[in-house]
């Protein structure tokens, strides 16, 4: 019974099965939105109208395909799969690699019927042949009157390599899925934040409690104001307030500590810093506005400071952050452009000291990534392993006639150009 089971579990079209189960639980999982509130299944996938007469939300929410990729079946899939390619490794792989280590002698010229490739030689230089065979870097092993000799073993490695990086791909996976976290965060240049709004975490997830500031934020722009670049300057703290590490991130250029990755992904504006009469300083708020690609605000600026009045006062519009507004009175008529810091030559009680920004971070935790990527950078090279032939030559003298075959696994057509000159 043992046996039995470990023999369907290595076989290759039970892996194959698990294989394609997976790649359609993952084309669903890509198809269908994961981790969204159940208002957006609802929306998107109504009872009335059920796409195929099957998929609706109620059936999504059952099956788990809004979070498919930490529902129990599908770990389960993926350990079966890990299993299957384990106990193929174990109990054909390694075997099949001793078998081709071990001296494999012809005994008879019979022997020589089933290989690809034979012949028979009268006459023969016998010192001959194993140069020829040395120099085409083939191991020799000679008992009496019987050689064998091989090259390429370390082709056979290949599906080990495959069957180990592959593994390695999966546990990683599974390692992320249990330990990982994302989350996002929008924060004023200048404040100190922790991680608190999380997206999805896995069920052995401690999200650190570490501190981070944003120092500063800024946009640089090109020639013709479109943007060229977000930047953030974050330093990590420790539990004392004091800077550990610091670092200007970019966007898909993160500050890494401890295995978070804090990435630029988003910006948006808040408020205004004014003085008026260049004697006191006021902040106020900004509204945002969308109209299709651009990002608008506004803010009202009172007179008096009753924002409920708005019989008298400013509204103030700004798009960018190159440090410049605009200004509109009450009617909505165009007043003039007020820049940081300058001194109002237009009819604005206010002189403008400061354009307050928050940077949009996505802080996340992947602590399978370093066995995933080393599992495909070991699949990458079992390819070129694979490339590598292994072939065999047997010799036996026998009744004055030299009996010479050969088998290859690849580029059968080099082979026999070997072989042919082998012989001749």
Request: charged share 15%.
């Amino acid at each position: 019974m043992k046996q039995a089971i470990l023999k369907f579990l290595a076989d290759l079209r039970f892996a194959i099965l698990m294989l394609l189960l997976i790649a359609i639980s993952s084309v669903i999982g890509t198809i269908i939105e994961q981790d969204q509130a159940i208002e957006v299944y609802k929306l998107n996938y109504p009872v009335t109208d059920k796409i195929f007469n099957f998929l609706s939300w109620d059936v999504i929410l059952f099956f788990g395909f809004d979070h498919i990729y930490k529902t129990w079946w599908f770990t389960f899939l993926i350990l079966l799969f890990g299993i299957s390619l384990l106990t193929c490794t174990t109990i054909q792989q390694v075997p099949a690699l001793k078998i081709a280590r071990r001296c494999q002698f012809f005994r008879s010229s019979k022997q020589f019927n089933k290989l690809k490739l034979s012949s028979f030689l009268a006459e023969y230089s016998f010192n001959k042949i194993l140069v020829h065979l040395k120099t085409n870097n083939y191991s020799i092993f000679q008992q009496k009157n019987l050689i064998y000799s091989y090259k390429g073993l370390i082709g056979k490695l290949a599906p080990i390599i495959v069957h180990f990086s592959m593994i390695l791909i999966l546990f990683g996976t599974f390692v992320s899925a249990l330990s990982g976290f994302k989350a996002q965060e929008i924060i004023p240049k200048t404040e100190t934040f922790h991680i608190q709004n999380v997206l999805n975490t896995g069920q052995l997830t401690q999200i650190s409690k570490t501190s981070a500031r944003v120092n500063d934020f800024w946009i640089t722009y090109s020639k013709t104001s479109t943007i060229n670049q977000f930047y953030s300057d974050i330093s990590i703290l420790n539990n004392n307030g004091s800077e550990i590490k610091r670092k200007t991130i970019y966007v898909n250029s993160p500050i890494i500590y401890n295995g978070i990755k804090y990435y630029q992904t988003d910006w948006n504006l808040v408020g205004l810093r004014l003085k008026k009469n260049n004697l006191l300083n006021y902040q106020y708020p900004l509204v945002s506005l969308f109209d299709q690609a651009d990002k608008f605000w506004i803010s009202w600026l009172p007179l008096n400071n009753n924002f409920l009045n708005l019989k008298e006062g400013f509204v103030i519009l700004i798009n960018s952050l190159q440090g410049y507004c605009s200004i509109y009175d009450q009617l909505g008529s165009f007043v003039g452009n007020i820049e940081l810091n300058e001194n109002s030559k237009i009819n604005f009680p206010f002189s403008l000291i400061d354009i307050i920004s928050s940077t949009g971070l996505q802080i996340k935790m992947d602590s399978g990534i370093p066995l995933i990527y080393t599992g495909f950078g070991c699949l990458m090279l079992s390819t070129l392993i694979s490339y590598i032939t292994y072939s065999q030559i047997w010799i036996v003298y026998e009744q004055k006639m030299l009996f010479i075959g050969g088998n290859t696994t690849r580029a059968t057509l080099d082979f026999e150009l070997e072989f042919f000159k082998l012989t001749n």
